[in-house]
């Protein structure tokens, strides 16, 4: 039968997926430097391996004729996303994807390498060939897809969004930000003159940071029988469903950073160790997409581990694990100055929930360019300090390596990815909103240590859902309406302003 050929061939290629996510996350946590032109070439070799394999044409007549056969509702919903991967994936030819890889693996690799010292310079030949890579991907994609090609390729990350419905709600949540920054700001100088922020007990060893994060993951629900944490110089979260590797960044100055970035990937880290495992070889077993991604991540670390209740249940973890002087006579609202600081700043990762969408935004207005070939990429930094000016009224003009280079995205060719990050917080604003009706006492569970109740909603609403509905179909069957911004904007009135 065609259905059985096509589950066969899932488990061959997930089997490829899973020794390509390790060898990316090898490369990116240990991997000496001198191993990196054979790592390039081993993972352009696998990418094109794991391409033929499944882009072959007689795959075509196997799902056509899988539609003949006598198939179960949840069957003909693997089909139906097989096809749209298939599709999706036929637009590349292998030729091109082992080019891509090749590009993408060296580029990033340059691209730490020459990071921390800011040289555009050296960088800008690598990212002209890794944006007009880019290019051709878009346009290749477009033409099959029949999509504009930015939509092509956020259809890669996000299957169903399209730049026509994020654009006006970006330019509505760009135009609520300008005018918000500047207020919250303000209540918090007040609150701030009232009642002074106290400075950390430092230092904070990284062997305590690490055991906090570890009990907190823990105690949220990750399972360290089906993952781990280590150390990378991104934080982020990899690996495969039942594998899930995640990384952190640690500074001994404070504690914090670290933390929130640990419960963000294990927002991640949940989301895959939650989908159903069944279908873990079929792409309707996968995570949705990285709109639907960000929203876990983020729904764990603003809704939950921001919140004011959460903190009454963890300031007695953090003294178990730092030491009964880490936060000394500090009561909830001397942690809450800290968790719920804000301000401008130059880095995307280091960005508070209130100014990170203007960064994101940024991006995606970039990128746009990029893509469609308004702007080249030698002009990056300079359009990339202008609209850092008019939207948080800093420069990067002498700065790139706190400007265009700071982030891994686009050295790796990832383009049409930057969304998904505001996109995937306005949708956990939402998906809070929903829960909250459910349950009007889920912050008392809270305050109890008690994750269950959200687990829980989270399983049946996003997780057991995987990949069988487009990302505004999860959101709408989750929450029982289209996304909207307001949720988000009303969340953060409430946290930055009441």
Request: negative net charge; proline residues 5%; hydrophobic residues 40%.
């Amino acid at each position: 039968m065609s259905f059985t050929k096509l589950d066969d061939l899932g488990r061959k290629l997930e089997a490829l997926e899973h020794a390509q996510s390790m060898l990316g996350v090898d490369e990116a946590v240990q991997m000496p430097s001198g191993g990196g032109d054979k790592r390039a070439e081993a993972m352009s070799m696998l990418a094109g391996m794991y391409h033929e394999m499944a882009a072959v044409p007689y795959i075509a007549e196997w799902i056509a004729d899988a539609r003949k056969e006598p198939l179960s509702d949840k069957q003909k919903t693997a089909l139906n996303e097989f096809e749209r991967n298939y599709i999706n994936r036929t637009c590349l030819s292998s030729d091109f994807v082992r080019r891509q890889v090749s590009a993408r693996v060296r580029s990033e690799q340059l691209w730490r390498e020459l990071r921390s010292s800011g040289n555009w310079k050296d960088f800008l030949p690598a990212f002209e060939g890794i944006v007009n890579l880019a290019r051709e991907e878009a346009q290749l994609r477009a033409e099959v897809l029949k999509l504009s090609p930015y939509d092509a390729l956020i259809e890669q990350f996000d299957p169903g969004s399209r730049a026509a419905d994020i654009t006006p709600v970006f330019t509505e949540l760009k135009t609520f930000l300008k005018k918000f920054i500047p207020e919250a700001l303000a209540a918090q100088n007040e609150r701030r003159a009232k009642h002074p922020a106290r400075p950390f007990n430092a230092p904070f060893p990284i062997e305590k940071q690490k055991a906090l994060g570890e009990a907190m993951m823990k105690a949220i629900g990750f399972d360290f029988t089906h993952g781990r944490l280590d150390v990378s110089h991104h934080p982020f979260c990899g690996g495969v469903p039942s594998d899930v590797r995640m990384t952190t960044r640690y500074t001994t100055s404070e504690f914090l950073s670290s933390l929130m970035g640990i419960l963000h990937e294990t927002g991640h880290g949940l989301y895959e160790q939650g989908l159903p495992k069944e279908w873990a070889h079929w792409p309707m077993g996968k995570a949705r997409g990285m709109a639907a991604h960000e929203s876990q991540s983020l729904f764990v670390e603003k809704q939950l581990a921001r919140n004011p209740a959460f903190w009454e249940w963890a300031m007695p973890v953090v003294r178990e694990y730092l030491g009964a002087g880490a936060i000394a006579g500090w009561d909830l609202d001397d942690i809450l100055a800290h968790v719920h600081r804000i301000g401008r700043g130059l880095i995307r990762v280091d960005a508070d929930e209130a100014t990170y969408p203007l960064h994101v935004i940024l991006r995606y207005e970039i990128e746009q360019q990029l893509i469609g070939g308004k702007l080249g990429a030698k002009d990056v930094p300079e359009i990339w300090d202008a609209k850092m000016r008019e939207y948080l009224h800093l420069s990067t003009i002498d700065n790139p390596k706190d400007g265009p280079m700071q982030d891994v995205h686009w050295p790796s060719g990832a383009f049409g990815y930057f969304p998904s990050y505001t996109l995937g917080a306005m949708m956990a604003a939402q998906q809070w909103a929903a829960v909250e009706r459910e349950n009007p006492k889920v912050s008392d569970d809270i305050r109890k240590g008690n994750f269950s109740g959200v687990n829980d909603w989270r399983r049946k609403n996003i997780w057991s859902k995987a990949s069988t509905l487009s990302t505004p179909e999860l959101m709408h069957a989750a929450t029982g309406e289209a996304l909207q911004a307001k949720y988000f904007t009303e969340h953060l009135e409430k946290r930055y302003l009441a």
